[in-house]
């Protein structure tokens, strides 16, 4: 399906999941596309980035429901701001644990989660809609305890975004998280993908069983486009190819590694963040190669700033 069949299947009105996490793993064209076509009225819910702020911008959304909306190094998305300060939008603001528990309520197909997130602070007083009960089993002393009850999301329909899936539609993602996307995914009526590349189903299996037998090494590195810097160490998570006790000094090694190999690239005014990534896996490869003889799968991830 493109974008534009995906779009023909929504109707105004809907509530709508996004995956992701803040800036992380959006399926922006997707979102591009809804904002294009014309829809509106739309209730999205969301760890929410780009895609609330561009839904904000444009009108398509009438409410929001969100744990976070951030950019990550910019903390507050600046058209959600906008629209937060004008009160151009409805809201309904929650911490992050208590949006997980509205998500799982939906996934388990129960009306609500009961928790004590959010008793004794605004949470309650920003959403008037929330109630509370009173747990059925009393404590040592008698007394039933007052919990919040978190209300099942009503998803009309999900849209998340992997970095391959096969013509059948599974997906597969690279990074060391999948946030929360199967809960997105259990929780609406009907879920749309997309992805970065669509693969033969055996290739997603011969890199499991490749990542199983050698393990993984993802590789994440932040830079400062301004300065031509690393900002701050890389962050190095591996599964499977080094004993777990010796996994810290490792780590140490391979981050070194990468920003050492990332200085001259840099110094010499290269940007683009495929030709820093390739860089970055060039340079955990030798490492681990020449130190071990093994041959993991490499994730790099960069993100200049």
Known sequence: MTEDEV???LESGMTIGIGGWGSRRKPMSLVRAIARSGLDDLTIVAYGGPDIGLLCATGTARKVAYGFVSLDSIPLEPHFRVARQNAAVEFAEFDEGAFYLGLLAAAHRVPFYPTRAGLGSDM?????DLRTVASPYPDADGNHEEL???PAFDLDVSLLHMNRADAAGNGQFLGPDLYF???F???????????????PTEDLLDE???MSGEGFVFVRVVVDGRKGRVDGRPVVESRGWVEPDERGDWHAEVADEVSGALEGPLSDGERGEAELARVTRRATGRLVARRTGRRPTLVPVVEVR
């Open 208 to 210: 499991r069983r490749a």
């Open 7 to 9: 779009v023909a299947e």
């Open 185 to 199: 995914a259990k929780a609406a009526r009907r879920t749309f993908m997309s992805c970065e590349r669509i693969v």
């Open 148 to 150: 919040v009850a978190i």
């Open 181 to 183: 996307d199967d809960l």
């Open 124 to 128: 309650l007083t920003m959403n008037p």
